[in-house]
């Protein structure tokens, strides 16, 4: 079915302008001592702890690069043991974050989901702002750290608070939907989450005719594709994914018929309809570990392509990718000062992330 309306900033009269892009709050200092920074040198004995990690990303990190990298993936390695500390990473980290110093790594869902299940006391999120609003949503007694709280996102920042008030009452009666990939703000106004892999099951889930979907635009036009439910959407986009086109994918399938595409639905519809596949990154994934497809396209961010060559070598990936600067904020540099530190903390109002937790669990506690 297709959108039967969509939205933005500029259709209603009544927003105020000029609103900042909100990113989490980070705690004004860090709790505890700071420890002191481990020596880095490339020795017989780090050579030695990181070998097994090596192994893991050898086809997609050069010999000459591992020796400058090891050392502060050994640090963080021992840091995270002595602070009780656990290490959340997404699959658009970079190899030597996700396969060398990630306690548990996937697609939104699957961290929100292991979110709740962590038992150490500091989660660090690699990962960008709302993922790290999201883990302290489930975890709020716990401390949250970000690397580096400058990790925004497009989608993110493209919708507030207020907007959903606007929305609710230009549309009265009917649910609000969320995807992940927003503010902690906007999930406190809203009625329940959702993330690329379940977004039709949510959707589908609230018994309503019509719902309100925010705020990816490509996004909702692909699950109004998938459902009955009239959907109606906000003007945002993933700047990552909307840069691709299904004349660049058209382009590869002329140059080998054999190559297979698959896509993220983020991405515009001309681009899934030239894909073979359409799926969250943890779909994707999936995909290929079942097909393993000789030569793959993957239209995504470029440091998931790695991460899935790195455990899948004979898969030829071929790489039109698009990196995104936010996620490329975290490096392996600013997890281990972060672990030094113990910043940036992320805090939300109470009041706030009372009503915010509530859209998340209700996506968790979702029912297949």
Avoid at 219 to 247: M, N, P, Q
Wanted: hydrophobic fraction near 40%.
């Amino acid at each position: 079915m297709p959108i039967t309306g969509i939205y933005g900033p500029d259709d209603f009269a009544s927003r105020p302008q000029g609103e900042p892009t909100t990113f989490p709050r980070v705690a004004p200092a860090p709790r505890g001592p700071k420890l002191p920074m481990p020596a880095l040198e490339w020795t017989p004995r780090v050579e030695r702890a990181t070998a097994p990690l090596y192994e893991r990303v050898k086809h997609v990190i050069p010999p000459i690069e591992w020796p400058l990298m090891a050392p502060t993936i050994n640090a963080i390695n021992e840091l995270k043991r002595a602070r009780g500390a656990v290490i959340l990473a997404h699959n658009y980290q970079a190899p030597e974050i996700f396969h060398c110093v990630a306690d548990i790594g996937g697609d939104s869902l699957q961290l929100a989901v292991e979110a709740t299940k962590v038992k150490a006391d500091i989660i660090v999120q690699c990962g960008v702002h709302f993922m790290a609003e999201t883990s302290k949503l489930l975890n709020p007694d716990k401390t949250v750290l970000i690397p580096d709280s400058r990790a925004g996102c497009s989608l993110a920042a493209s919708i507030t608070g207020a907007d959903v008030k606007l929305l609710r009452e230009k549309f009265p009666g009917v649910p609000v939907v969320a995807y992940v990939n927003t503010s902690a703000e906007v999930k406190a106004e809203v009625d329940i989450c959702c993330t690329s892999s379940n977004a039709v099951q949510v959707v589908e889930s609230l018994g309503a005719r019509s719902v309100i979907f925010l705020p990816d635009r490509y996004l909702a036009t692909y699950v109004a594709s998938k459902t009955d439910v009239k959907i109606i959407a906000w003007k945002g986009a993933c700047e990552v994914h909307e840069r691709f086109t299904g004349e660049e994918l058209r382009t590869f399938r002329e140059a080998d018929p054999s190559v297979q595409i698959i896509a993220h639905p983020e991405c515009p519809p001309d681009v899934l309809a030239e894909a073979d596949f359409t799926g969250s990154t943890a779909h994707m994934i999936n995909w290929v570990r079942a097909k393993r497809p000789r030569r793959l396209v993957m239209i995504t961010e470029c440091s998931m392509a790695d991460n899935v060559r790195a455990e899948l070598p004979d898969v030829e990936m071929l790489r039109p990718c698009n990196l995104c600067p936010h996620m490329k904020r975290i490096t392996l540099a600013n997890i281990l000062e972060s672990l030094l530190t113990l910043g940036e903390e992320v805090t939300i109002d109470p009041a706030l992330a009372e009503r915010a937790r509530r859209s998340v669990e209700r996506m968790i506690n979702l029912k297949n």
